[in-house]
């Protein structure tokens, strides 16, 4: 059986990151055909980035949801690279989805600004 981890690096926060905790980069592991499911916080009237780079292994998708599960931001083309970009009007809590479509496991890292 692999093993596989999780990574966190946590950067010196600059004057705007749309992520509350600051920029933020983990590298994380998808099993084929599985959603995995993370909860950010993201600061309000801030730009906010996520980006999702795979290992070119399978198809990822992202979606992100408010607090009421309305979808805000998706990127579902057939690449492992997923791109968002939104401000939020109010600081809070979301839902970010990344969905394995692909029946070959993908290590990819995220980064959030």
Known sequence: MAAFF????????????????????????????????YTITLKGEEVASIVIKG????????????KNNDLIAKDTNRTDVCIMRIIPGVTGDFKLVIANLGETDNVATLEFN
Do not use: W
């Not at 004057?15 to 959603?35: C, E, N």
């Not at 290992?55 to 408010?66: I, P, V």
């Open 55 to 66: 290992n070119e292994r399978s198809d990822l998708d992202c979606f992100l949801y408010d």
């Open 6 to 37: 999780l990574c966190i690096f946590t950067f010196a926060s600059p004057a705007r990151s749309g992520l509350v905790s600051g920029p933020t980069i983990k590298i994380d592991h998808f099993p084929s055909m599985t959603k995995t499911n």
